[in-house]
């Protein structure tokens, strides 16, 4: 498990990751086990705790019940990636996850949507070996559209140093990403130009399709589905 967080009072998000036995500490010794996903972990009463401590942060697994892995860790979603998925009761530990979860479901039941994963830098932590292996601005805008542009969310990681400090590359590098962002979208190709919507929420006018390019942010349009979160 980890836990993603800006400070130690207020979680953002708990990872559940892997979670299929294999070899590694249980109960203090190091041995390989071969466990029953379904039940070795627990997970109604794991997050039944979780909403309990933490009410508003996110739970991420390979199926849910907030957000799912995308299934690999390149940032990379894929061409038709669905938000929902089907109820299920296994949270994590790889649940038939190629057939099942990789590309959410277009007639799933909750709001599941898929989470990209990927580090600016080869590997997940800070090595300085790897000084000169960070991630070159045309690859991280490739995982840019490739994963926010293929209904995911990313989640770049920035490994920590021995100061406990973003490295200055790894941090030129992520301005250098922002600021490339902020001008491949500095003009709003929609604005002024036509839309049309099959449903309306509530056929209401306030959420009509006009309303997706009218260059305001704090108004919304069509929608076409509601689904519940999980549990």
Known sequence: MRNCSRNTEKSLEVWFDGAHGGDGYYGGANEIRNVDKNSYYDWPTTIKMIRAWQPNTIIRSDAGPDACWVGNEHGFAYDVTWSPLMKDEIYGGMPDYAEKYLMGQENGTHWVPAEADVSIRPGWFYHHSEDNKIKSLGH???IYYKSIGQNATLLLNLPVDQRGLLHEKDVTQLKKLKEQI?????????????IE????????EHYGADMLIDGKKDTF???TIQLPLLP
């Open 197 to 204: 919507a099959s449903q309306i929420r509530g056929r209401h």
């Open 140 to 142: 991280l805008m490739d």
């Open 221 to 223: 349009g069509l929608r």
């Open 182 to 194: 902020d001008l491949d979208f500095s003009a709003d190709l929609a604005i002024g130009k036509s």
